[in-house]
């Protein structure tokens, strides 16, 4: 990408504000935290949960931003802030005004990502792939939400080619306004789970709360759902309600149109054979995972749809590597050996964690070594929360864990649930296991931890990999 991402007009004009004080000719960028911003950028200063962006304006300004977008009732408060500013009424709006501006002014191809499990993962596969033809825009994180994808609009330069966009929710209705400022070519709804259970009255709510992403589908797009699923006729039918003409079906079913034929399965990737609308092709994806395999193709289906060469994105796959928090691989150093963290930290869900059980079944520990279960507590999920914890047992014996190590007042549900010769250590949180879960590591052992955010099992990966020298595995060892 090269020149100025927008300018100063542009900008004006797409949040209908105000100037104030100096014009900056252009803008390289957009930021709403000032503790990442570059010089160059539009500072949004948003209100959220915990802070209110007015606060820092004067610090925007100061470390080099080009202008500040801020709202009128909180213009008098900045006092002797000074700098060029443009006055709104209501900067988060300012922002969805500019990713409308944004998504007008491209000719890119999109496609938006929704799912219970497994939206990040495509999200990144799909610019892997993509980018390796055109230019490709997308998010670098999981940014799902009301501010996330227009601030992610908002930053995407003219000329991409591509752009990728991950939908989230977490209550009905949240998806359909982020959809009609994406307004996608083609849509991937990943699967349906018992997710976010708190929120909803039963799985199939959920099905249509994940349909609300092809309320904003483009009217000659492609909608790509899980032939697999439960729920595939479901939102199937709503596709049809909508007057959508192109439903693709992803899966193992033989009516798939993006139909896997056969994989073989290893601790470093997938090989993959598959039928894309009616192509053969064999292609290799470069993190293990039968989730991963699933997922990979919505991808080549969306890579159809929008008319890209899906031969070279599937040889794009071949380079994607799982990361922080969804997959991870790290080598750590214990008693003169090495044994392996696998850091599927980044939320979780029962779908989620049989998924990434199912990976460590993949993962074979060295001599003498242990596949050893660190899980934590599931959240949202409403009234059969304990029912569902205690579910995991069949799972964890299934993935050929030697020791469940657990944290949360949930997991001990589980806990109760497993065969005693399963049992490693319970602790009411993530801080309580680790001095015990690190006093039982050893050589050649591999770990996998997972849990919801709010069990805290990222900062317990994170404290492992101090604590015993991470060393980061490449892709000359056959793994990352």
């Not at 803008?27 to 200063?45: C, E, H, K, N, W």
Request: no cysteine.
């Amino acid at each position: 990408m090269s020149g100025s991402l927008w300018t100063f007009a542009e900008i004006v004009a797409a949040t209908r504000g105000r100037p104030v004080g100096p014009e900056p000719r252009s803008v390289d960028g957009i930021a709403i935290d000032s503790r990442t911003l570059q010089p160059g950028d539009a500072f949004f200063a948003i209100r959220g949960d915990r802070f209110d962006g007015h606060a820092f304006v004067g610090s925007a300004l100061a470390h080099g931003a080009a202008t500040a977008i801020v709202s009128t009732s909180r213009l008098a408060a900045l006092g002797r802030v000074t700098g060029s500013m443009i006055v709104v009424d209501d900067v988060m709006e300012a922002l969805r005004g500019l990713a409308r501006a944004a998504r007008m002014r491209t000719r890119a191809k999109i496609v938006a990502v929704t799912g219970s499990v497994g939206k990040t993962s495509t999200k990144d596969m799909l610019l892997q792939a993509l980018g390796g033809i055109q230019p490709t825009h997308g998010a670098p994180a999981s940014f799902n939400n009301h501010w996330g994808v227009p601030l992610t609009l908002a930053r995407m330069p003219a000329e991409s080619g591509y752009g990728v966009f991950e939908i989230g929710m977490n209550h009905a209705g949240e998806i359909a306004p982020l959809v009609s400022l994406v307004r996608p070519h083609a849509a991937i709804i990943t699967t349906v789970e018992a997710v976010h259970l708190e929120a909803f009255g039963s799985v199939e709510e959920i099905a249509f709360a994940k349909a609300e992403i092809l309320t904003g589908l483009d009217p000659a797009g492609t909608a790509i759902l899980n032939r697999d699923n439960a729920y595939f006729d479901v939102l199937s039918r709503v596709a049809v309600e909508l007057g959508i003409k192109h439903i693709v079906g992803f899966g193992v079913d033989r009516d798939a149109g993006a139909r896997l034929d056969d994989v073989v399965l290893d601790a470093d990737g997938s090989t993959v054979s598959a039928t894309i609308l009616g192509r053969e092709i064999t292609y290799v994806i470069g993190a293990p995972g039968r989730h991963l395999v699933q997922n990979s193709l919505a991808v080549l289906a969306a890579a159809a749809a929008i008319g890209a060469d899906t031969e070279a994105v599937a040889a794009g796959l071949a380079s994607f590597h799982a990361g922080k928090g969804r997959g991870e691989r790290s080598a750590i150093e214990i008693g003169g050996g090495n044994a392996v963290i696998i850091d599927e930290s980044y939320n979780a869900n029962p779908a989620s964690m049989r998924a990434a059980l199912a990976l460590l079944a993949q993962t074979a520990p060295g001599p003498g070594g242990r596949r050893i279960a660190v899980l934590g507590d599931m959240l949202e999920l409403g009234t059969e929360e304990l029912a569902l914890h205690a579910g995991l047992a069949e799972p964890v014996v299934d993935a050929g864990a030697d020791a469940v190590f657990l944290a949360g007042p949930r997991m001990k549900a589980l806990w109760e649930a497993l065969p005693a010769d399963r049992r490693g250590v319970y602790a009411g949180s993530a801080a309580e296991l680790e001095s015990a879960l690190a006093e039982a590591l050893a050589p050649e052992d591999v770990i996998m931890v997972k849990g919801s955010n709010g069990s805290r099992m990222g900062p317990l990966v994170e404290s492992l990999k101090r604590r015993f020298a991470p060393r980061p595995l490449g892709v000359a060892e056959g793994a990352n």
